[in-house]
């Protein structure tokens, strides 16, 4: 998620007597001077070895690139989600987040110093060819991935539109390597696709949140509303699986399309005055309508607002699979020409006081999907908790990733007819729906 327009610490002992008060402000005094102190001494500890690698290595290093990579390995180890972008990069995350870019579609996280595909953008070059959540890109255009920064090894798979690039893909349980070729293409997001169901279900899909998701939301149910009549809608199914989220202000103003009142979601950083609360107003584009949304391990970050928005208000039965558990936020706060920082400065909440991070929105009905036999083992994320460094949750127990298959074929999407069963009334619907689950 960028910064929108808004966008843990110790303890203290007691002494228990006041005539010891002037001397602990003098021993605390002491303490942040010593503290100080020593981040200087380890400062010129950085000086004195970023010296000796630009006078003593054995090729002249490039200065510029030296303290990007000091600055990125400070980033990189404070949690997965924080890094430096340089210019380019920030132009690029601006360019994307305006729903246009160049490039291959396709969403990659670093993992053991691998680039993991989180999932294919629909109708782009990586969905076509086959690339599927979960693969390893070992290699790109002959040149090994290991020792890249995801921002180099993004670069790499970006290009020239109409020119090729390929790729060697380490997937699960296959036996050998398997190359795949991709021609570069200018990446349109469309990130809102609907149509209807069973001749009376509105069918929503968003993809991602980008500047574009809500009007393109209002678009969609004004289309089905249109099509089916507004009195013959029995309700409508708002897919975000897969989804892996984008901006806050977008999540936000999704959620407030189905709600006329409450808070969506709040957001808490380090310091208690940072908190800010974001509150729904009156207006709801599916005039009452019931609502299903689905959720699988793929669904993160800005569609977790949505859904427990939707879950906690009892807007929206949720379906699926349990979601990804990224419960942090990001901002972007840029650094002159010379890029931004993605740092993460707080952690969201939903609307009755739930962190999410490391967990996920449990679904209030769990559905699950046949799953082809050569696709078993390789369908499920690690989500959140399975990332290295990941934010921790005290007192809280963390739950893994979860199935993010997606059958091709909607005749055999088990979610979805699961859904669509549901607002016809039909409540069992699909074989491998569950009872509601307990929330925490």
């Known amino acids: 998620m960028r910064k929108v327009s808004l966008v843990l610490l110790g303890a203290a002992l007691g002494i228990g007597a006041s005539a010891l008060s002037t001397q602990t402000q003098l021993l605390s005094g002491t303490s942040a001077i010593a503290a100080s102190a020593e981040t200087y001494r380890q400062l010129s500890l950085f000086g004195d070895v970023f010296e000796k690698v630009r006078t003593d290595y054995v090729e002249k290093p490039e200065e510029s690139k030296l303290i990007e990579s000091a600055v990125n390995g400070m980033l990189t180890s404070l949690d997965p989600h924080s890094s430096y972008m340089d210019a380019k990069a920030f132009r690029d995350m601006q360019t994307t987040t305006k729903g246009e870019f160049g490039g291959l579609g396709i969403e990659v996280t670093m993992e053991d110093g691998l680039i993991k595909v989180v999932s294919p953008i629909d109708d782009t070059p990586a969905s076509k060819a086959g690339l599927l959540a979960n693969d390893i890109i070992t290699q790109i255009d002959e040149d090994q991935v290991q020792g890249l920064t995801l921002n180099q090894a993004v670069d790499k798979m970006r290009g020239p539109v109409n020119s090729t690039v390929k790729l060697k893909i380490s997937r699960k349980e296959a036996k050998d390597p398997i190359d795949v070729s991709l021609t570069r293409d200018i990446i349109k997001i469309r990130p809102v696709r609907s149509k209807v169901e069973s001749g009376d279900v ?27 009549g507004g009195d013959k809608i029995k309700g409508y199914v708002i897919d975000l699986r897969n989804n892996p989220g984008g901006l806050l202000d977008q999540a936000v103003m999704v959620s407030d399309a189905f709600l006329d009142r409450g808070e969506i979601v709040s957001t808490r950083g380090r310091n208690p005055d940072e908190t800010q609360r974001f509150s729904a107003k009156a207006g709801d584009l599916a005039k009452g309508k019931p609502i299903v949304v689905l959720v699988n391990g793929g669904a993160a970050s800005a569609s977790e607002i949505v859904a427990g928005a939707l879950q906690d208000h009892k807007r929206a039965t949720i379906m699926g699979t349990r979601s990804f558990g990224k419960g942090s936020v990001q901002s972007i706060i840029p650094l002159g020409g010379q890029g931004a920082l993605r740092l993460t400065t707080a952690r969201y909440y939903t609307p009755s006081g739930r962190s999410i991070q490391a967990k996920g929105i449990e679904p209030d009905q769990e559905v699950l999907q046949e799953v082809p036999d050569d696709l078993k083992g390789k369908d499920e994320t690690k ?3 399975g990332l290295k460094g990941h934010l921790k949750q005290k007192d809280t127990e963390e739950r893994g990733g979860s199935s993010a298959y997606i059958p091709p074929d909607p005749a055999k999407d088990k979610q979805l007819i699961a859904a669509v069963d549901f607002l016809h009334g039909i409540q069992k619907g699909a074989a491998n729906v569950t009872k509601p689950a307990t929330q925490n």
Not at 206 to 226: P, V
């Open 383 to 385: 989500g959140e908790a």
């Open 202 to 228: 509105g069918y929503v899909r968003l993809t991602q949140f980008n500047e574009q998701t809500y009007d393109g939301l209002k678009t969609a149910i004004d289309k089905l509303q249109s099509e089916i």
